[in-house]
């Protein structure tokens, strides 16, 4: 299972980090991601990371923005969030991809992800 935490409130140009500890994964090699859902929009991949290379993936929109790290003892991945927008805002998901990369698990190419965890909020306020 996945659980993330550390959303919250932030003013515009704050910082946020995100946690998510994954347990009872069936497997060594997988991708593991963030995903953001806006208010009324569909979710969509932000950045992902290899659990075997750390090799990532993320979307234009965060580039230089958010940075994915991973801990393989804590198993747990985290995303920093700075220079914070409110088009930031919505709801942060982490997911695993089991032998998928970074970019098909962001990207949502080829099978859906095999594990979901609950979503933690991000407010951004101008």
């Known amino acids: 299972q996945l659980q993330a935490f550390g959303g919250g409130l932030v003013q515009f140009g704050g910082s946020l980090r995100l946690s998510c500890a994954a347990s009872?994964?069936?497997?060594?090699?997988?991708?593991i991601g963030w995903f953001h859902q806006a208010p009324g929009k569909e979710r969509l991949g932000v950045s992902c990371?290899?659990?075997?290379?750390?090799?990532?993936y993320g979307a234009g929109s965060v580039k230089g923005r958010f940075t994915i790290s991973r801990d393989n003892v804590k198993n747990t991945v985290y995303l920093q969030m700075n220079n914070l927008k409110p088009e930031d805002t919505g709801d942060y998901y982490c997911a695993i991809k089991l032998f998928g990369t970074p970019e098909a698990l962001c990207m949502g190419l080829g099978p859906a992800a095999d594990y979901w965890g609950q979503g933690t909020l991000v407010t951004v306020s101008s």
């Open positions: 009872g994964i069936a497997a060594d090699d997988y991708s």
């Open positions: 990371i290899s659990s075997s290379d750390g090799s990532t």
